[in-house]
């Protein structure tokens, strides 16, 4: 399994501590998926975009279905996020 390093809540500064603080307000947790990128806070801000832009533009796709099929999709690569 491949190791990245990733910035825990209580080292978290700056533009990652916000990311962290508002992933926990909103679901109680900072997802592991978001603990990838935490060495660069611009590029968590990026990511958390890009994923924010996908899920919620103007689709054929309900939200539910948007995530049942990222969640589909993780299963069949084997990805634990």
Known sequence: MAWIQ?????EA??????????????????????RLTSLNGGMTRAHLGL???VMTADSSLSPR???????VVSQAN???Y
């Not at 500064?13 to 997802?31: L, N, P, S």
């Open 13 to 34: 500064t700056g533009v990652v501590q916000k990311i962290f603080a508002d992933a926990i307000r909103r679901t109680g947790k900072v997802w592991n998926i978001v």
């Open 6 to 10: 990733q910035i825990q809540d209580q």
């Open 78 to 80: 084997a990805c634990h």
């Open 51 to 53: 994923y924010r832009s």
């Open 65 to 71: 279905v948007r995530e049942t099929l990222a969640v």
